[in-house]
């Protein structure tokens, strides 16, 4: 097992569908930027109100990648 | 920028579908008797089991309305 | 109201496709070797990255279930 | 199951003689404008001192009650 | 020491100045409909940016009144 | 001092009159399967409400027992 | 009202018959050595077993006193 | 409501006048590197002392930031 | 570097005015018993209403202390 | 990716020499009796003083095996 | 058993070398002013960076002893 | 004092021998790209088990760097 060293980075995703596609979203959005991304954790579930829906949902989420190729 | 005052409501909204329509339904009962709905943040998920599947699913979440026209 | 004691266990279900499915796996799970389950709480919601794409959703929860008949 | 909303109130119930009675004399003052009332939690324990004596318990709450007859 | 019952409402005050001015302006307007307040916590400070400015102080925080004359 | 293991389980114990009672409730139970049990830890304190009253206690708590003889 | 400063301390009392007079015996143990002693918080309660029974509570308190005279 | 995704920094201001200056000089320090600054929460509020004055506020904020103009 | 140790106490500072002005009132207090404090940290903030003004900030907090000259 | 569902038991082990060989022991005490053992969390580091030594580590951890083959 | 009462004091011990190290020095350092010293538990790892090094660990403990002679 | 402002990254520095190394390993990957690193603080420990042994600790913790030189 190779020692490797990761970093954690916190982003908030947004979806009007669900908490799934809003960890995606930001997911996706972070892999233009960061390699070797490996796990997430959710930190926060939050969300906006438009009337009487809930018009987007706000999922704040950290995501683990390996500082190493492995 | 108004320096508007909000309050924070708590509620546990039900469904047997989804965690998305537990809050949703949550927002909806409370539109009833409450306007200015704005945010919401996830506090607790729950459930309840029947044999070998999730019965219900039970979201508490606080709401946060202002308690001044905007 | 019987006094009944509860016995709480602690499990991480695993989904490809969502939160909700993921506990639904780990009750299925739990139920070909525990009775009487009566409700779950979701303690923590991580997940495995590949590529640029949420690969799997990893739910842990805890299930309560009756030691005693009801 | 039918799908209910509940609303979650926080209230401090004071007794000079145990934790239980002022859970009890919390409920019991509830009960007074709120109907539907199914649980509890207890969110912290504190209280006063009076020389050498604890003179009253302090005891903060969460009940739950049903927006809906049930 | 009488035995009262409190309750406990949860409020975000806003100001563009600063922490306490928030604080002081969501126990300002609570007074409009709410007597016999007695303490207050203070939960969650967050506030918004404008450009490189600190735009607005929100400070989330629970405020106790007697439910009883004191 | 001998380097003992011990494992922890997650109980509810239930009662109609108090939070100690639901306590004891619950190590008589387990003391049925498990042997050796040393301490206990509160994690959680609930309950069920009947119109204006505490109908029950529900106590969570934590169960440590040596998995060797002492 | 004086701008007083409190100091806390921290102590686990123990009792062999319940919660309450745990934190009694913390409080009036306390009382030897500090004067002014106006407030406590639970922070733990645990206990020893013994067979099947609880044999301790051992509740961790804190207690607030004035450091001046009031 | 278009869904973006926004990254959290974490930063620690200091500052010897308040604890609003210490946040605010972190956001104005971050607004050199980073754009589109929308939100931040206070994470921990410490000092350092000397002598028998507070010498400096240490306030660990978390600042959020849209990943895309908006 | 010297191996030092150190011992934390935590007392609550209170102020007509401000946040700061009560944590500054307990490092104050303190440095009348205690010498060669280093650092604090915010533990809770609270406080007393009387009518529509906050009457009193009372703030908890850690003082950090060498035991040992530097 | 095969959707596993885990199981997570706590345990508490002890070693006289260091927090790495407390958890060490209690990995291989629950060799014995659970198989596909495949990550740990430390919960909590406790420990017994006797005279002034450190004289036992307790380290509290959850550990995850796999009620599957893999 | 008998009722003792026990006092907490927080201490944070330094060291070049290891945790336990810390843990040891604090314990140690206390013993010259604390008698009947039971338990210790961590409750926060820090520690100082001198270029790419650790230079120091920080131990926060918490350390219980028995006000009366056992 | 000069009111620097201090950036906090997270990382999960990992070895096959202690907690230790694995901070010391995630404290020398950092510096090969951040400079001024002045304190750390362990966030999380968990770590890898192969048959009945800890393959691997695995820590998480964030590192406060200076965004100005000193």
Redo the contacts between chains.
């Keep these: 097992?190779t020692?490797?060293?990761?970093?954690?980075?916190?982003?908030?995703?947004?979806?009007?569908t669900?908490?799934?596609d809003?960890?995606?979203?930001?997911?996706?959005?972070?892999?233009k930027t960061v390699r070797n991304?490996?796990?997430?954790?959710?930190v926060?579930?939050?969300?906006?109100?438009?009337?009487?829906?809930?018009?987007?949902?706000q999922v704040?989420l950290?995501?683990?990648f390996s500082?190493d190729d492995e």
């Design positions: 097992m020692n490797n060293v990761y970093k954690l980075i916190e982003l908030t995703g947004t979806s009007s669900s908490i799934e809003a960890v995606q979203n930001a997911v996706a959005r972070a892999s991304m490996r796990w997430f954790e959710v926060e579930t939050r969300g906006a109100i438009d009337g009487d829906n809930v018009a987007q949902w704040t950290k995501i683990g500082l």
